[in-house]
């Protein structure tokens, strides 16, 4: 599974984004699909996830701000990000979790770079 993820760029804050991230595989099937983050000097966090059921989770720091979704016709998982803030600057990596026998495969995106100006 490759999955290749766009829509990053450069914002001021209270401006909006929307990242996309397209998998090389039908996603229908894919136990989970998300969005974490890596700020410079910080970790890796997980931003927002979505279950292959629909089931959605965020950061505490995005709650109200970021609304992940996705579709299953074009392999797209989106992340519309709305009110951005100078503290949401990272680089952004799309990630699905696929079942493997029994267990799961983690596959992850080339990372976009979100910048947000004061």
């Known amino acids: 599974v490759q999955l290749q993820a766009s829509g990053g760029g450069l914002v001021q804050a209270g401006g909006s984004l929307r990242l996309s991230c397209v998998a090389s595989?039908?996603?229908?099937?894919?136990?989970?699909m998300g969005w974490y983050r890596q700020a410079p000097g910080k970790q890796r966090e997980l931003v927002a996830g979505?279950?292959?059921?629909?089931?959605?989770n965020y950061a505490d720091s995005v709650m109200g701000r970021f609304t992940i979704s996705r579709d299953n016709a074009k392999n797209t998982v989106y992340l519309q990000m709305n009110v951005l803030k100078p503290e949401d600057t990272a680089v952004y990596y799309c990630?699905?979790?696929?079942?493997?026998?029994?267990?799961?495969?983690?596959?992850w995106g080339q990372g976009t770079l979100v910048t947000v100006s004061s």
């Open positions: 990630y699905a979790r696929v079942k493997y026998g029994l267990g799961f495969r983690e596959y």
């Open positions: 595989d039908n996603i229908f099937s894919f136990d989970v």
């Open positions: 979505i279950t292959s059921g629909g089931r959605l």
